[in-house]
């Protein structure tokens, strides 16, 4: 078995991505697959794939009702709560949290929560680190 090209934004219709990349991990607990983008009106979207139905398409910032997005999003599971998140940069420059559990998508704002600093959306990235450690989201100004 090879390679095969799926175009998941005609699959699912989602709304055409406004930057790259796109960043994507696997719920192995779930047995799903997900895809996150920033969509070009600023929503964070999700393209997940469970079987048997196949890929679907899920606009998370209207499903938390969170603010939106300025930059690439960024997303992991945290396997121990049985929980995903998807973090980004609002048009505010807030860093925000949406998390999945099963009663459906939430948000924080951690700016607020942390009374961290501003973030600048196109000078900010955000990270994960990776398992088995806890996963720890951190939001770096990178200088120039």
Not at 51 to 72: E, F, R, V, Y
């Amino acid at each position: 078995m090879g390679w095969n090209l799926n175009d998941l934004t005609v699959t699912t219709g989602a709304p055409t991505a406004a930057a790259q990349p796109t960043i994507g991990y696997a719920f192995i607990a779930q047995h799903t697959q997900h895809v996150n983008f920033p969509g070009v009106l600023g929503n964070v979207q999700e393209l997940w794939w469970d079987s048997p139905s196949g890929w679907h398409q899920n606009n998370l910032t209207a499903a938390a009702g969170a603010p939106k997005t300025s930059a690439n999003p960024t997303g992991y599971v945290f396997d121990a709560q049985g929980t995903q998140h998807v973090n980004y940069v609002g048009v505010d420059s807030h860093v925000y949290e949406l998390w999945w559990d099963t009663a459906g998508w939430h948000y924080n704002d951690l700016t607020a929560a942390t009374g961290a600093p501003l973030a600048e959306a196109n000078r900010t990235r955000l990270g994960t680190c990776s398992p088995p450690k806890v996963p720890a989201i951190f939001a770096t100004t990178i200088s120039r």
